[in-house]
């Protein structure tokens, strides 16, 4: 009989790192070229819980160059995916029926992408993997890092694989195989925006204890080929305003590249208190405006895909180092939200994290806390990105997108262009799970049915995804109270999970008087965490399935 607590086998490396997206990456790269530098040895490991490097990556994506100038200066001759050049930016406010385009010369100019480029970060994270190999680091993809290992002395050892072939009933199948534990010397944890094993980390270390609540929008994208008339190669375009409503965060981008191609997306600020809002159909209603229905009109849609985005910014960074481990990248939040930019600085912290972990084994110190990457951050250029966009997201949130989101950010842009704010330092308030108002101070929202040429259903748009999970597994959304379900989401709230979910996951099933279940589709799970976050009890906890499970996103 199949013995579930077994002792692991077990590899040891001097550098785990979970999450093969830029941070994870770069710091990869980073310490096998230090190692070569050195005339040293040094083991690596990435884990992926994707089914291939950038199955799961997904962003808008426009990106800094910085990031990549400092850990591949070469990177043009070596054929990096990144080739289409920002030529132009446009900011569209809009209400209903019209659009008002921002002046240029008015926006601040951190917010300019002269010098920046439009690419599909996914293929970035797959080129960025060949040069990691090719260094010597190994990646596992289809390996979800399920579990944190502990030392004695409580310090971080290490992670652990998801047992694979467990039925739904938790039990043992034909297929099953015990998890596999990675001991490493440290420990970096890259899983990007809310990751499981970080939130863990967190919590055992008390990381947060001195940061403001992290602060979320939920990402959601669609990749179109359109009509060759249409197309305007380096065109990065920008929209505010309708159909969200001036106390609901977020906005649209539209950014054309490559050949035909145009990626649009939607952030919905996570914080907003309607529970009858729906993330994913206020998207497809955006895309109905005349300024923006037109450049769609004949094209076809390709991808879709969605994903939480840090939105806290400065505030909410928790500290990055605990004894055997290290955040690195959007698993801390670098995202600076006005720029709607975080990869270079993911890069950037992950090669931070790196220089730290090898100058440490090198004085044959192991499981202890790399201070020297925390002060390395507190002094770097990404502190500095972060300084200068603190307040844009209190801001917005306090005022409103139209008197806080543009008018006030955009003064507080500007006035930290000379090294100072009138606003000084603001805090962010609630955590995103405690926002909601009960769905009696609202009005249902009537939502427009998808015409399948502009605007979609969500299972189509789920579809396109290519999301996939074993079905005979332990469901991976963990419900910690279903009566608290019932009587505060459902009661309370009127079951928002129903409608902030991107990928149709959660339904409250029952008609003619019957009494209503909550039904999880877990086998449409796009990995976005939004429920993690939203939930308004925090009672659902978004752990991984197993590896190579979820989305299958080929050039997002």
Known sequence: MTDMNAEREFMEYDVVIVGAGPAGLSAAIRLKQLAEEAGREITVTVLEKGSEVGAHILSGAVID??????????WKERGAPIETKVKSDRFLYLSEGGAMRLPNFTMPPL????????VSLGNMCRWLAEQAEALGVEIYPGFAAAEIVYNDDGSVKGVATGDMGVGKDGQPKDTY???????????FFAEGAR?????QAIAKFELDKDSEPPKFGLGIKE?????????????VQHAFGWPLDNKTGGGAFLYHYDINLVAVGYVVHLNYRNPWLSPFNEFQRMKTHPAIRKTFEGGKRIAYGARVITEGGYQSVPKLVFPGGALVGCAAGFVNLPRIKGSHNAMLTGMMAAEAAFAAIGED????????????????PVAKDLWRVRNAKPLWSKFGTFLGGLVLTGLDLWTNTLGFSFFGTMKHGKPDSQTLEPAANF?????????GKITFDRLSSVFL??????????????????ALQKSSELGEFAGPSGLYCPAAVYEWVGDNGEEKQFQINSQNCVHCKTCDIKDPNRNITWTVPEGGGGPNYPNM
């Open 223 to 235: 990749l179109w080929e359109v009509e060759p008339e249409k197309h305007k190669p380096g065109l």
């Open 65 to 74: 160059p910085c990031g990549i100038d400092k850990l591949i200066p070469d």
């Open 111 to 118: 917010m300019s992408n002269h010098g920046n480029y439009i």
């Open 177 to 187: 195989m015990r998890g596999m534990e990675l001991h490493g010397k440290y420990t």
């Open 365 to 380: 110190r192991q499981h202890d806390a790399l201070e020297a990457y925390q002060q390395a951050y507190e002094i770097s």
């Open 195 to 199: 990751g499981s094993l970080t939130q």
């Open 465 to 482: 995804s290519s999301t996939n999970h074993e079905e005979e597994q332990p469901v991976h959304l963990k419900i910690a109270d279903l």
């Open 443 to 451: 009005e249902p929202i009537k939502y427009p049915a998808p015409d």
